[in-house]
């Protein structure tokens, strides 16, 4: 037998191994099902499959057939525009489309591909000791650019009738008016009963629309109880801690900023050991190297 006739022999039962791993014999020589198509612009054509994962089940018939028409419109548009702009744009400005878009699809498909090794790979757990190390190492980097409170307010209807009882109990607040507010909780427009959360000033403007960033002073220090009104509601409350502007945040407060922080340096850091490895087994496998002018 000739070496061709081998060769060839050999690349014909490597055909019939990969067709009894992957396909049936039968559909691996079977003509390609002839796909259905909607549209054609030049060489490019439109088919069915392509535009029936856009059609949701609650689509009437005739809005299934609005939907295709347009569809198939613009994508002719856009086809035709295409064509248009490969023939008049200079030479130039293809070549840099096509550079961009190269790039994109790489930095597309890499970026994909990280993620999913970082999400299997990287540790996601911060402990207490972490972040607490973390915090006392970068105290000066988090003063507080605002007021932060821990507060405990209410926010009653206008025509409360019990107001007064309320009030005495949210500024009392012992074990037995704690219990008291809760059982009649459904009754208040709005209720934060842990004053140990601090809570950003801001924040403050926005559920106690009657405080405001000229009048804070005034209503937002420590043990004050303030009892407010508007055209909407009956706004109560007692401050029970206040941080000011340039103060250290309290760790409690600055935790899920400094626990972001610290995984996207153990991102960053698996990432870079990533590439380096790849980029060592690509070498000792002889994928990759580089080649110098040396003279």
Do not use: H
Request: with cysteine.
């Amino acid at each position: 037998m000739s070496q061709i006739t081998k060769y060839r022999s050999v690349l014909f039962m490597g055909a019939i191994l990969l067709c009894s791993i992957f396909l049936s014999c039968s559909s691996y020589f079977k003509k390609k099902e002839e796909k259905e198509p909607l549209a054609r612009v030049g060489e490019t054509y439109l088919y069915k499959e392509d535009v029936a994962p856009l059609i949701t089940e609650g689509m009437s018939k005739g809005d299934s057939a609005s939907f295709v028409a347009n569809y198939i419109n613009n994508w002719a548009s856009k086809q035709l525009l295409l064509s248009k702009s490969k023939i008049n744009l200079p030479e130039e400005k293809l070549k840099e489309f096509n550079a961009l878009v190269d790039a994109y699809r790489t930095d597309l498909y890499t970026r994909a591909y990280k993620e999913a090794l970082v999400s299997q790979g990287a540790d996601s757990v911060v402990t207490e000791n972490q972040l607490q190390k973390f915090y006392e190492e970068q105290k000066e980097n988090f003063k507080l650019k605002e007021r932060i409170v821990r507060i405990r307010f209410i926010e009653l209807p206008t025509n409360f009738l019990n107001r007064e009882e309320v009030t005495k109990r949210l500024k009392s607040f012992e074990k037995e008016d704690l219990v008291y507010l809760d059982s009649i909780g459904v009754q208040f427009k709005k209720l934060n009963f842990n004053d140990s959360i601090w809570v950003s000033s801001s924040r403050i403007f926005e559920e106690i629309p009657p405080i405001t960033f000229d009048n804070q002073d005034r209503y937002l220090k420590k043990s004050q109880f303030f009892e407010l009104e508007d055209s909407i509601g009956v706004y109560l409350g007692k401050i029970e801690e206040v941080k000011e502007v340039n103060d250290i945040a309290p760790l409690s407060y600055i935790a899920p900023t400094i626990k972001q922080v610290l995984l996207s340096r153990r991102k960053m850091d698996y990432l870079r050991k990533l590439e380096t490895e790849i980029i060592d087994e690509a070498i000792k496998k002889k994928e990759f190297e580089v080649f110098t002018n040396d003279k």
